[in-house]
């Protein structure tokens, strides 16, 4: 964890004020939506291109992809531009970041020819650029349809982007750091107040990539001995002091991972029992 | 989409390194005709190519490939200004390292 703590504790300038605000990704969504369908596969994720490349199709034909399990639809990635093709729909650029490289495609508007034609110069081969974009996959071959593409003023963006893609591979495959500080403080506060026993509790199965709300709820459903006919969701915000969204937004990890079943109704849960 | 990987690493890797390309990033400490020295945590000698144009003082990315005696022929080099936080750098190369399915496709040897 030690890169990972050197991440947390440096502060960044002026990152050119695009997001370097971060996300706070376990705290998206409102949990309305149903059990189904992850709430935040259109979420903006920050990969390194190896990871695109390595990303797996989520259903055979269709443009979809999964990085650590979760579907990915919008990325954002942060590369050198190594060569500017220019087409007759489109500008095809290839964009490498040193994890590998990767083609993105700004289709041409053919009303608003001259925005498009007033975006190309502003960068040039061999600049770094910030790409926002979707992945797509043609003829079995992938590249991101760019949203937008800016070039970085200042190359501690590039860098930033590299532990932000790597701090939210983490955050999904290990959970989040301790107590729910968000990207700004987070590992900072390594030793904070979350006194749950699932910090360092890493090696067991059945808590891996759960996000910090679906440990908690777990923790607490498990603690208060797991009751046949199941906790309602008032008394778990109650007792686990957890708000009713994120009560919601842990129920729904757990549900959807089948951990956890609805019991009475559909606001009251208890452990799936193996 | 190729599967190529040009790890960022600093000095102190390169031995772990020759043969293959590399981006360092570090700040120029002397600037000698047509090779330069970096500091990127310990010192690397770059053999720079024509296009290259670097500012003593200033930090530089270089790409290139890493030569038996440790000294790197570059083949593209950035003048990065004077704001370059070197920590964060030297982070990134460290979780270059820790986390290597991120970052780095195996079996490439850097010779294309």
């Known amino acids: 964890m030690s890169g990972y703590g050197g991440y947390s504790t440096t502060s960044y300038g002026a990152a050119g004020g695009d997001n370097d605000g971060?996300?706070?990704?376990?705290?998206?969504?409102?949990?309305?939506?149903?059990?189904?369908?992850?709430?935040?596969?259109?979420?903006?994720?920050?990969?390194?291109?190896?990871?695109?490349?390595?990303?797996?199709?989520?259903?055979?034909g269709e443009a979809s992809f999964r990085i650590d399990g979760l579907d990915v639809k919008q990325v954002t990635i942060v590369g050198q531009v190594r060569a500017i093709m220019q087409q007759t729909t489109n500008i095809t650029y290839r964009i490498d970041d040193g994890t590998g490289t990767i083609e993105v495609k700004q289709w041409l508007d053919a009303d608003k020819q001259d925005a498009a034609s007033d975006s190309g110069p502003s960068f040039r081969e061999e600049d770094y650029v910030r790409v926002w974009g979707r992945l797509k996959s043609f003829n079995s071959k992938r590249h991101v349809g760019a949203h937008v593409i800016k070039p970085v003023r200042d190359f501690n963006e590039v860098n930033y982007h590299l532990l932000e893609a790597t701090y939210v591979h983490l955050f999904f495959t290990r959970g989040g750091p301790p107590q729910d500080g968000g990207m700004g403080m987070g590992g900072g506060g390594?030793?904070?107040?979350?006194?749950?026993?699932?910090?360092?509790?890493?090696?067991?199965?059945?808590?891996?990539?759960?996000?910090?709300?679906?440990?908690?709820?777990?923790?607490?459903?498990?603690?208060?001995?797991?009751?046949?006919?199941?906790?309602?969701?008032?008394?778990?915000?109650?007792?686990?002091?957890?708000?009713?969204?994120?009560?919601?937004?842990?129920?729904?990890?757990?549900?959807?991972?089948?951990?956890?079943?609805?019991?009475?109704?559909?606001?009251?849960?208890?452990?799936?029992?193996? | 989409m190729d599967s190529v990987s040009t790890p960022r690493i600093s000095a102190n890797m390169l031995?772990?390194?020759?043969?293959?390309?590399?981006?360092?990033?570090?700040?120029?400490?002397?600037?000698?005709?047509?090779?330069?020295?970096?500091?990127?945590?310990?010192?690397?000698n770059a053999i720079l190519n024509l296009e290259s144009h670097l500012m003593a003082g200033n930090a530089a990315q270089i790409i290139g490939k890493v030569l038996e005696d440790l000294s790197v022929k570059v083949y593209n080099a950035k003048d990065l200004g004077s704001n370059v936080d070197y920590q964060v750098a030297q982070s990134v190369v460290d979780i270059t390292q820790q986390y290597k399915h991120l970052f780095v496709f195996e079996n490439t040897s850097g010779m294309n």
């Open chain 1, 22 to 60: 971060g996300f706070m990704w376990g705290s998206q969504g409102g949990g309305s939506q149903s059990a189904v369908k992850p709430i935040n596969d259109e979420s903006l994720r920050p990969v390194t291109i190896k990871q695109i490349i390595d990303a797996e199709p989520a259903y055979a």
């Open chain 1, 190 to 274: 390594m030793a904070g107040g979350d006194d749950s026993m699932f910090v360092d509790d890493g090696n067991d199965a059945r808590y891996r990539g759960y996000s910090q709300k679906a440990k908690k709820m777990f923790d607490y459903l498990s603690r208060s001995g797991n009751p046949t006919e199941g906790i309602h969701m008032q008394v778990i915000s109650r007792e686990a002091s957890m708000t009713i969204q994120d009560v919601m937004t842990a129920a729904e990890e757990l549900l959807s991972h089948g951990t956890i079943y609805t019991t009475m109704d559909d606001e009251t849960f208890a452990i799936l029992e193996r």
């Open chain 2, 15 to 44: 031995d772990a390194y020759v043969g293959q390309n590399v981006i360092i990033v570090g700040k120029v400490m002397q600037l000698r005709g047509d090779s330069a020295l970096l500091d990127a945590n310990g010192q690397v």
